[in-house]
């Protein structure tokens, strides 16, 4: 058997292991098959999807705003699933929010559209939440943290080291094994970090604002659209900041969050009677 035909055999035999046929393509370590990347994004943009009603029920209705309780088993592991899954911070994300509605479309708002720009809100929320976080850390803490000071593994996923192990790791490591895990976590990431420039742009720059107050609720098809597919965030989010400490976003009408943090997740509402 001569070289060729000897090297030919050993690339059927390793995507034979893998069940692939020859005509597969080798990322750097690691055979795949083009309907593997399409495998890869749905499952990973299924799991943004996810993330974004967990937030709304859990992070922001729950213990943000405590207008439903939830066992502290169900908010660890919550907060341990959003930050492998999308690295997000549980208290940095309470604390910058709690701070944005002290100061909301004011300067001191970790991501007014009125003093940064509509599109860097948009485009940049996920890096505004946690910047803040950092540059106020022992104020906002102090300030708006006291209630969490019991529950270690949220302070420990906020340590800088930890978090940016997992942050790199997961973008370092997706790029090694090739496109199929590559696709795996920009699908998780991306949408999900679209949608909460989303809610912080558009939910205080467009739509109606019946209640007076700052933010705006969804008007239209595709604002209503885009509000179903983040939690009800943009539904009701000029009521919200009128009522932040209701559970519910909208009144009389469905509340895709509510209706989540309660069927699914199991929660218990302490205020939704607004």
């Avoid at 070289?3 to 990322?27: N, P």
């Avoid at 919550?78 to 909301?104: D, F, K, Q």
């Avoid at 708006?144 to 340590?159: D, T």
């Amino acid at each position: 058997m001569n070289k060729t035909l000897f090297q030919v055999s050993c690339r059927k035999a390793v995507l034979a292991g893998y069940g692939l046929r020859d005509g597969s393509y080798m990322s750097w370590s690691v055979p795949f098959a083009w309907w593997h990347v399409g495998l890869a994004f749905l499952a990973g943009a299924s799991i943004a999807e996810f993330n974004l009603y967990l937030v709304t029920a859990v992070l922001h209705r729950g213990m943000c705003h405590r207008a439903i309780a939830y066992p502290a088993l169900v908010r660890s592991g919550v907060a341990l699933w959003l930050w492998l899954t999308v690295s997000t911070s549980t208290l940095s994300w309470i604390a910058a929010h709690l701070h944005h509605h002290a100061n909301s479309d004011q300067d001191e708002d970790p991501h007014a559209p009125s003093s940064k720009g509509f599109w860097h809100v948009l485009l940049l929320t996920w890096y505004y939440v946690p910047h803040w976080a950092r540059e106020n850390w022992e104020g906002a803490a102090q300030r708006y943290l006291a209630p969490f000071r019991s529950e270690r593994l949220l302070w420990w996923l906020e340590l800088p080291a930890i978090f940016r192990l997992n942050f790199y790791f997961q973008i370092f490591g997706s790029l090694f094994v090739g496109p199929v895990a590559a696709t795996f976590w920009l699908s998780r990431f991306v949408p999900y970090l679209l949608a909460s420039g989303y809610v912080n742009a558009v939910g205080h720059t467009l739509g109606a604002r019946p209640y007076g107050a700052v933010g705006t609720d969804a008007t239209g098809v595709w604002q209503t659209i885009a509000g179903y597919l983040i939690g009800g965030e943009p539904l009701g989010h000029n009521f919200h900041h009128r009522h932040p400490s209701s559970g519910r976003f909208r009144l009389g009408r469905f509340d895709p969050g509510l209706w989540f943090a309660i069927h699914v997740m199991r929660g218990v509402p302490r205020n939704i009677s607004i």
